[in-house]
């Protein structure tokens, strides 16, 4: 079983990498073009909002498609730890109190798949795998 298991890590990775960037990529669209929900405020394309859309929708494709894994992913954490600190834990030290457990885990997760890579299904691993070739 754990050679089973073993053998689908770089896949599932990849399933990974794409539904989060999936799912990241509408917080962008929300904010940038009201949808698949409306924003509750007016995007401003020159503001700290206007910057997170910005990075959700870009950001959010270049994990989905899996190209630039790595340094996005890190880029992306980064803009959740700071959307932590500046929107959450002024409220409360408490994750849970503060609203701020989703920016955390986001924070993470990219955290992760910064030093992970985008897995098999990537755009990324199919550069390498060109790159060796010509090599």
Known sequence: MENLLN???????????????????????????????????PYQLFSLLGAAGVLEVVGGTLILIGLLTRPVAFLLSGEMAFAYFIAHAPRSFWPMLNGGELAVMWCFLFLYLAFAGGGSWSLDNLYAGRQKGRA
């Open 7 to 41: 053998s689908w890590r770089p896949r599932i990775l990849s399933v990974l990498r794409i539904v989060t960037g999936f799912l990241y990529l509408q917080h962008g669209t929300q904010k940038m073009f009201g949808f698949p929900a409306a924003q509750h405020n």
